[in-house]
């Protein structure tokens, strides 16, 4: 039995014309952020290679977003420099905690950005170009019912044979596959360069460190279905290649919070003990959706808290029906056993279930539904003969 994950829309970032974008961008407004702590060398580039294409040079960007997350060293100046406006994690909803992680900056980035269209880049990048955000916008902006895009790319190390990505391949790629296989076809499940629809992402929770990546496209999977998210080719990118022992802070985070999502039970902090290492406790925290602390963030941008009208509406958009939805996981099983294939619909409930994990759909769940199913008529078959 082979299960089929989902093919998602997957494009290349030659696809979209700048020229065109432009001309489909209508009334949104796009914000891009970047998360940065300790990136002087490289922050400066970014922001100068999408002013000087996207901002100045034809108007896509409205405004370039640095969230400078504890930095000590000068970052918020380089990116003021060099045309960014840049706000301090600490400074943005006090009240919600000072910021620290990627998760958080990024939450903090979506609350105080001004855009309704919002792109991630991450600013360690090296030799960054315009066209990662042009990809990123480009199913956004060309088709209304895609609501959110990930980028993934070539990823070439100056080590001979390390092409990079090990987090990615030695544990994100293999959990995928085993406890959320409808998302096995997304290239780079870990890369941190993305874009969405802010309707969509406020009704996000974050989780505040490494695990933000991995949590949001579960998530929206999860929630509203694989078909709002599409994929785009970025080309190459190259960043700072990180030593193993700060990537195995960043592999426990990622393994805690898919575990979180898979209703499986996890310990809240895990104590990571290293050779000749100090130990590193790890814990996933989260930070809530921005909808459900609405006025607060409206008023901090100084706007009027949505109507309900337009509340419903973006519900109406991206969950056709708030109380039930039915999701089918089809599996193309061998005839060789005299079993055709098989589709199964389960109906997911918004009420929480026993044994489930309140406010989470149970991806997992149902896929051991299927499993136990097609067993049993293996077994019939075989009894008959």
């Not at 044979?161 to 406890?179: F, K, N, Q, Y």
């Not at 579960?218 to 929630?223: C, H, K, L």
């Not at 055709?340 to 994990?357: C, F, I, K, L």
Request: net charge neutral; charged share 25%; proline share 7%.
């Amino acid at each position: 039995m082979r299960a089929v994950p989902p093919v998602l829309p997957t494009y290349d970032h030659t696809d979209f014309d700048l020229r065109e974008l432009v001309a489909a961008k209508n009334r949104h407004v796009v914000s891009v952020c970047l998360p940065a702590r300790n990136e002087e060398s490289t922050v400066g580039a970014i922001v100068s290679s999408i002013k000087a294409a996207l901002v100045d040079g034809c108007g896509l960007v409205d405004e370039i977003l640095v969230v400078d997350d504890h930095s000590t060293d000068r970052t918020a100046s380089v990116a003021t420099a060099a045309g960014a406006r840049v706000v301090s994690a600490a400074a943005v909803l006090p009240a919600h905690g000072d910021g620290h992680g990627k998760g958080a900056a990024m939450w903090k980035s979506l609350a105080e950005a001004r855009g309704d269209l919002i792109v991630w880049c991450d600013a360690d990048v090296i030799g960054f170009e315009p066209h990662f955000v042009t990809g990123l916008l480009g199913p956004l902006l060309t088709d209304p019912h895609t609501g959110f895009v990930k980028g993934y790319y070539e990823r070439p190390s100056p080590e001979s044979g390390d092409r990079g990505g090990r987090v990615t391949e030695l544990v994100a790629r293999p959990m995928l596959a085993l406890l959320f296989p409808h998302l096995s076809s997304v290239v780079q499940p870990l890369s941190g360069e993305y874009a969405g629809r802010r309707e969509l992402l406020e009704q996000l929770s974050f989780v505040e460190g490494y695990g933000v990546d991995i949590a949001m496209l579960i998530d929206i999977a999860d929630r509203f279905g694989t078909d709002v998210i599409a994929q785009v080719d970025l080309g190459t990118r190259i960043h700072r290649n990180r030593p193993l022992d700060e990537l195995s802070p960043q592999a426990t985070a990622v393994i805690q919070t898919m575990l979180s999502r898979a209703s499986r039970p996890e310990r809240a902090v895990a104590t990571l003990y290293r050779p000749g290492l100090d130990p590193i406790d790890v814990e996933v925290v989260e930070r809530p959706p921005l909808a459900s602390i609405r006025l607060e963030t409206a008023a901090g941008r100084g706007l009027a808290a949505p109507s309900a009208t337009e509340s419903a509406a973006t519900e109406q958009q991206f969950r056709p029906n708030t109380q039930v939805r039915h999701r089918a996981i089809r599996s193309s099983v061998s005839t060789g056993n005299g079993i055709s294939g098989v589709s199964m619909s389960a109906t997911q409930s918004n009420e929480p279930q026993p044994g489930r994990r309140p406010g989470r759909p149970a991806s997992t769940h149902r896929l051991a539904e299927l499993v136990v199913h097609l067993t049993e008529r293996i077994k019939k078959k075989v009894t008959k003969k």
